[in-house]
């Protein structure tokens, strides 16, 4: 009798359903195929989740291929990262895939190099803000960092645990464009971006604030500063964070009316040309003594040109570039601008390290590459174009649980990484989290070593443009100095830096700044 009752009542609903979707006139295939058309939209719904774990080869996902995420999340997790029986990937025919030429034999390497036991410290070659003279100078402890990503995009629970992750691993964390949280402030040094809307210096027009910017500086450890143009996911596109997710906390933080809609200005009001950015750059790095630089996707290239032609003066300039690839993340973007607008990495990289190296001023200045530089191969081209630190922003999301759901612009992420919804965020443990952050950076920085020693030199800087070729399939092969247009020299660190950071990794290596134990 029960079962004959729950039969008519699910006959009844299912009824309901068909003669809604009968009636209805927004949906074509539900007017057709009644109830039979909803497993359309349910495996639509489910569709990554099924490419993920089901469908696609370990090689072949986008952004990141399933043994990209594999060796990310053993990494994190300090299980066994390594692989067996051979590549997947289709290295007889595959065309631009990025290759290490190894050396038979090498100078001699610092006592790190290949040692599980001794710390994975790897410390930039060039000190940032030393060539111009800035006050707070400092040579960064490590070639990895925290790329930015805001808090607003991702939760307070995920912030938290990356900023105590970067603070256990020696990392710099970027703190976005949505200003300085109180989820930035549990350790790590900070790189502290500002972007158009200038969130948490600014007035009430939107307009910048230098005297509230140098309470945030004087208030957190707050040790460079980055003035973003742009981004590689959506550049020349101001961000939009609807009314809804600006809570009280958020608009106290990025200095905004609460529950209105807060759209970010395409371009910075500050400033409105290379040499009055200039003059902006020389004013910050005066009042608050910290190294400045720019962070920009690479499209047109009168703006590097004019930038290289007006610094080789040596009166005015950035400390720091950071060129961000069109292959880059973001909470969310027009198709459009994510899959058609701005350079990839190598090719922007390229291009805009040869505008400085055309005018010699390539010691002069940090460059700083981002968009899936996270995986060893990758940040390896980076280091060998001229690159001398990476950051990393999706690959350190998922080394703290992020499993590629791809509903970052939903507000339902899964994890509890990038939503504001109290329930979902709640899942993230912070505290373990950031153990994992800290172990995922640590291997980088190993597996980078131990790169370097392959090619036999002591550091990733010191790997060069004719160190890796690009092969098309099983009939072509060409360095990335021939690839790229590198002349004689580019992408690689003068003698006296060479030197320099040669000396500093074979001085002292049980000394060096690792907080976690191998």
């Not at 090719?347 to 899936?372: C, H, N, P, W």
Request: aromatic share 6%; glycine share 12%.
């Amino acid at each position: 009798m029960r079962a004959r009752s729950i039969g008519t009542a699910t006959a009844a609903a299912l009824a309901v359903v068909a003669a809604r979707d009968l009636l209805q006139k927004k949906h074509a295939l539900l007017r057709n195929f009644p109830l039979v058309g909803h497993a359309r939209y349910l495996l639509e719904t489910i569709g990554p989740e099924l490419r993920q774990y089901i469908v696609t080869s370990n090689e072949e996902e986008r952004p990141f291929s399933r043994d990209q995420r594999t060796w990310i999340y053993a990494s994190a997790k300090e299980e066994n990262n390594y692989f067996g029986f051979g590549t997947d990937v289709d290295v007889e025919h595959v065309q631009g895939r990025a290759y290490v030429k190894q050396r038979t034999f090498a100078r001699s390497l610092p006592e790190s190099h290949g040692r599980p036991d001794l710390p994975a410290a790897v410390p930039s070659a060039k000190v940032l803000g030393g060539p111009r003279g800035r006050a707070k100078a400092f040579r960064p402890d490590s070639v990895v960092n925290i790329s930015a990503m805001s808090f607003g995009s991702l939760s307070g629970a995920a912030v938290t645990a990356l900023n105590k992750g970067a603070a256990l691993a020696g990392t710099m964390h970027n703190t976005g464009e949505g200003g300085l949280s109180p989820y930035h402030r549990n350790g790590a040094d900070l790189v502290l971006q500002i972007g158009t809307a200038y969130f948490g210096c600014r007035n009430e027009d939107g307009s910048f604030h230098l005297g509230k910017l140098k309470e945030v500086v004087a208030g957190a450890p707050v040790r460079a500063i980055e003035i973003k143009l742009s981004q590689g996911a959506k550049p020349g596109l101001g961000g939009m964070l609807p009314g809804a997710k600006v809570t009280p906390e958020i608009a106290a933080i990025r200095g905004i009316p609460e529950g209105k809609d807060c759209a970010s200005p395409s371009r910075h009001t500050a400033f409105g040309d290379v040499d009055s950015m200039l003059d902006f750059v020389e004013l910050i790095a005066t009042e608050t003594g910290v190294p400045v630089g720019i962070k920009s996707a690479v499209g047109e290239m009168d703006f590097w040109r004019e930038l290289a032609t007006l610094m080789a003066r040596g009166d005015r300039g950035v400390d720091f570039v950071t060129v961000d690839g069109g292959e880059g993340g973001t909470g969310a973007a027009p198709l459009t601008f994510t899959d058609s607008v701005s350079l990839p990495f190598r090719m922007g990289f390229s291009r805009v390290y040869g505008t400085f190296a055309e005018q010699g001023l390539t010691d002069d200045l940090t460059f700083i590459g981002s968009g899936k530089l996270g995986l060893p191969d990758n940040a390896a081209v980076a280091f060998a174009l001229g690159a001398d630190m990476v950051n990393v922003g999706r690959e350190a999301m998922l080394s703290i649980g992020c499993i590629q759901s791809q509903k970052c612009h939903t507000d339902k992420c899964p994890t509890g990484v990038a939503t504001q919804n109290a329930w979902l965020a709640r899942g993230l443990d912070p505290e373990s989290k950031a153990t994992r952050a800290a172990v995922y950076l640590r291997t980088l920085r190993k597996e980078l070593t131990k790169i370097s020693a392959a090619v036999g030199v002591a550091h990733p800087g010191l790997i060069t443009a004719t160190d890796i070729e690009i092969l098309n399939g099983d009939y072509d092969a060409r360095t990335l100095a021939s690839v790229y247009g590198y002349k004689d020299g580019w992408g690689e660190l003068g003698p006296r830096l060479a030197d320099e950071i040669t000396a500093l990794l074979a001085a002292e290596p049980h000394t060096a700044p690792d907080t976690l134990k191998a």
